[in-house]
Nanobody, 122 residues
Framework: VQLQASGGGLVQAGGSLRLSCAAS??????????MGWFRQAPGKEREFVAAHTWSGGSTYYAEYADSVRGRFTISRDNAKNTVYLQMSSLKPEDSAVYYC???????????WGQGTQVTVSS
């Protein structure tokens, strides 16, 4: 399984960005997996941002870190094997390398993307 994150860049505070994470693998489909976004700022530990979890059938639910709830939205397009992170009302403290990851159920995140840099200027 390979994850390719993209969409990062430089944006002014208050602006928006949409990150994408495309998954690939011989027979891999994200449809029944937990897709997550994490970030790591310089000198800080990697932190959870958001997760999108399959809860059966065609139902999914989203979870967010307190610091981004109400500003970020995680979603997926199973047909494109891609998960998105729509980021709005960006703040300088959102600046970090953003990583996508995938896991099954309650297990640890197993596969990670290479990261995409987000820089928010004040």
């Amino acid at each position: 399984v390979q994850l390719q994150a993209s969409g990062g860049g430089l944006v002014q505070a208050g602006g928006s960005l949409r990150l994408s994470c495309a998954a690939s693998g011989r027979t891999f489909s994200i449809s029944m997996y937990v897709m997550g976004w994490f970030r790591q700022a310089p000198g800080k530990e990697r932190e959870f941002v958001a997760a999108h979890t399959w809860s059966g059938g065609s139902t999914y639910y989203a979870e967010y870190a307190d610091s981004v709830r109400g500003r970020f939205t995680i979603s997926r397009d199973n047909a494109k094997n891609t998960v998105y992170l729509q980021m709005s009302s960006l703040k300088p403290e959102d600046s970090a390398v953003y990583y996508c990851a995938v896991k099954s159920g309650q297990s640890q995140y197993k596969y990670w993307g290479q990261g995409t840099q987000v820089t928010v200027s004040s």
